[in-house]
């Protein structure tokens, strides 16, 4: 907490910093109804706004403490996360949670609410455990609505789900609190299901790149061996993602299922296009919660978190290429990540892809 504390009192990301003090504001002032107009660009989902929302006020009445108070989210929902897989894989794996320079970075530091989406979804999948349905539901569709790129554990839920018998009420009682989850704020911010459907979109196309800010700008419709690099990213992605769900389907192993997940984020991450440089964020807990069943190496999560740490300095030091951002930090960071190195990396992550796969499709012992 002290470190966390610390990290809040420093810099962090300065556009999304910039960008969600913005929107908190405009939140306080014209409500959730008017909050979405042609004369603002918004390319999030109601989910985190509604956190955003209080902060408003609060940012209008002391405006100098905005940074911290748009830092505070995420830093307090590590603690979650960190509970969540105290219960879910015990203490080993919290630790490493709480501890791991990547969150700390996204986080305290930076101010993304990534950890925020991970606290709902794993939320989620704790309640369906012990049986609470609705609230299962409602915690996997909130999650879904605060990062819609985390829609990707859903099959690996469902099918487990079937796995292990689940009655048709207690389905159809997590498919309507997770769909009411969804729905119900979109409406408090004037969004219809297809209007919800539509902000996504719009916002998945706002960066057609081959990454944004995760080693690659190269526009995602270059072609390669005949395709465009887009097409080959969906191909790649749904054929790893079948292979992961067939393998999950064949196993009652909870071990198995927290891999089958962290391997499908980093799929979608390494394999796919317009990838943000903290989309393979979620991999890293369900990859705790692999390793605390036994199902994955002490080197596996090691080899993730470092990865995750490169990705993220790339994309918090990418401001430095403008003026109004430069700092000798941020520049000396920027230095590392020379052509050489982002190849290696990207090349890492693939490696580890391959690994994982190898590792889910092995038999549990």
């Given at each position: 907490?002290?470190?966390?504390?610390?990290?809040?009192?420093?810099?962090?990301?300065?556009?999304?910093?910039?960008?969600?003090?913005?929107?908190?504001?405009?939140?306080?002032?014209?409500?959730?109804?008017?909050?979405?107009?042609?004369d603002v660009f918004v390319d999030y989902t109601p989910g985190y706004l509604l956190l955003l929302w209080p902060l408003g006020f609060l940012i209008r009445f002391v405006p100098s403490a905005g940074p911290v108070l748009i830092k505070l989210p995420p830093a307090?929902?590590?603690?979650?996360?960190?509970?969540?897989?105290?219960?879910?894989?015990?203490?080993?794996?919290?630790?490493?949670?709480?501890?791991?320079?990547a969150v700390l970075l996204i986080g305290a530091l930076w101010g993304q609410a990534e950890s925020v989406a991970v606290a709902w979804m794993l939320g989620g999948w704790w309640a369906l455990q012990v049986g609470q349905m609705a609230l299962g539901g409602a915690l996997l569709g909130f999650g879904v609505l605060t990062k819609p790129q985390y829609a990707l554990a859903l099959p690996v839920v469902v099918l487990w789900a079937a796995r292990f018998g689940l009655r048709r009420e207690d389905g159809m009682r997590a498919g309507g609190a997770?769909?009411?989850?969804?729905?119900?704020?979109s409406l408090l911010f004037g969004l219809t299901p297809t209007g919800l459907i539509a902000l996504v979109l719009r916002a998945a196309r706002v960066y057609p790149y081959g990454s944004v800010n995760a080693l690659n700008w190269r526009p995602d419709a270059t072609p390669f061996l005949g395709l465009p690099a887009n097409l080959w990213g969906l191909l790649l992605v749904g054929?790893?993602?079948?292979?992961?769900?067939?393998?999950?389907?064949?196993?009652?192993?909870?071990?198995?299922?927290?891999?089958?997940?962290?391997?499908?984020?980093?799929?979608?991450?390494?394999?796919?296009?317009?990838?943000?440089?903290?989309?393979?964020?979620?991999?890293?807990?369900?990859?705790?919660?692999?390793?605390?069943?036994?199902?994955?190496?002490?080197?596996?999560?090691?080899?993730?978190?470092?990865?995750?740490l490169a990705d993220l300095a790339y994309g918090l030091a990418y401001p430095s290429l403008h003026p109004a951002f430069r700092t000798p930090f941020h520049t000396a960071v920027w230095a590392l990540f020379t052509p050489p190195v982002t190849a290696a990396l990207s090349l890492l992550h693939l490696g580890l892809l391959v690994g994982m796969l190898g590792l889910l499709m092995r038999k549990e012992v």
């Open positions: 907490m002290l470190l966390r504390g610390f990290l809040l009192l420093l810099p962090g990301h300065p556009v999304d910093i910039a960008t969600f003090q913005a929107w908190a504001v405009r939140l306080s002032q014209v409500g959730p109804l008017r909050f979405y107009g042609p307090l929902a590590d603690f979650v996360v960190a509970g969540l897989l105290l219960r879910l894989g015990g203490p080993q794996a919290a630790r490493w949670y709480l501890w791991n320079p997770g769909a009411a989850a969804v729905v119900l704020p054929a790893a993602g079948s292979a992961i769900l067939w393998r999950c389907g064949h196993t009652r192993e909870w071990g198995s299922a927290y891999l089958a997940v962290a391997t499908l984020y980093l799929a979608a991450f390494a394999l796919g296009t317009r990838m943000h440089e903290r989309y393979v964020f979620p991999a890293l807990p369900f990859a705790l919660l692999a390793w605390s069943h036994g199902r994955a190496s002490t080197g596996y999560v090691v080899v993730l978190s470092v990865l995750l």
